[in-house]
């Protein structure tokens, strides 16, 4: 069973920073894409950034390019988003996706619940 | 960048069948997923590759993808399939994933 647990949420001030993760397991997870998207409160889904299985290839949303960084690290099975130069509209619900399928473009399939990212002074 | 319009809501009454649409400058040359999500839930994928679908979803579901406009239709709707729906693609154009804006089903 795929499981994705994210962690690291939190109440940062503006202009702060904090590093989010994501424990998979149930798959092999060095195979897949995986994908971070986020959702502001009451507002609908936002794509934010993507990483290649081996991590070589990392793509980004206009809105975070510069701020937000993509990693991961196939040995504990984790994925990771640094988000830098944090502003109040970065407040939202983070999730963390794997892709469907082994191409970098494709959607993901199953989704974490989520960890909490609050942007305020 | 790539944009992907869906109507904000959509109505329709128990056992009829629910047509919800995403629009898209020649959406019909990319895939299109769908995704079903309930109030305080992940979302969960209901169709990829514009008509296929996962593992344990109902064949209530369908998914078609045409010129400008992708659909995703649910015949004999039940009260249980009251959510809002995204439609989801790749833009090839600027390596990034986008959704629209999302559609909620109200079940009558």
């Known amino acids: 069973e795929v499981q994705l647990l994210e962690s690291g949420g939190d109440l940062v001030q503006p202009g702060g920073s904090l590093r989010i993760s994501c424990a998979a397991s149930?798959?092999?997870?060095?195979?897949?894409?995986m994908s971070w998207v986020r959702q502001a409160p009451g507002k609908g889904l936002e794509w934010v950034s993507g990483?290649?299985?081996?991590?070589?290839?990392?793509y980004y949303a206009d809105s975070v390019r510069g701020r937000f960084t993509i990693s991961r690290d196939n040995s504990k099975n984790t994925l990771y988003l640094q988000i830098n130069s944090l502003r109040a509209e970065d407040t939202a619900l983070y999730y963390c996706?794997?892709?469907?399928?082994?191409?970098?473009?494709?959607?993901?399939?199953?989704w974490g619940q989520g960890t909490l990212v609050t942007v305020s002074s | 960048s790539y944009v992907l319009t869906q109507p904000p809501s959509v109505s329709v009454a128990p056992g009829k069948t629910a047509t919800i649409i995403c629009g898209g400058n020649?959406?019909?040359?990319?895939?299109v997923q769908w995704y079903q999500q309930k109030p305080g839930q992940a979302p969960v994928l209901v169709i990829y590759?514009?008509?296929d679908r996962p593992s344990g979803i109902p064949e209530r579901f369908s998914g078609s993808d045409s010129g400008n406009t992708a659909t995703l239709t649910i015949t004999r709707v039940e009260a249980g399939d009251e959510a809002d729906y995204y439609c989801?693609?790749?833009?090839?154009?600027?390596?990034?994933?986008?959704f629209g804006g999302g559609t909620k089903l109200t079940v009558l």
């Open positions: 996706a794997k892709v469907r399928g082994y191409y970098d473009t494709g959607g993901p399939d199953y």
């Open positions: 149930g798959f092999t997870f060095s195979s897949y894409p």
């Open positions: 990483i290649s299985g081996p991590g070589y290839s990392t």
């Open positions: 020649n959406i019909g040359s990319k895939n």
């Open positions: 590759d514009d008509s």
């Open positions: 989801q693609v790749w833009d090839s154009s600027t390596d990034s994933g986008v």
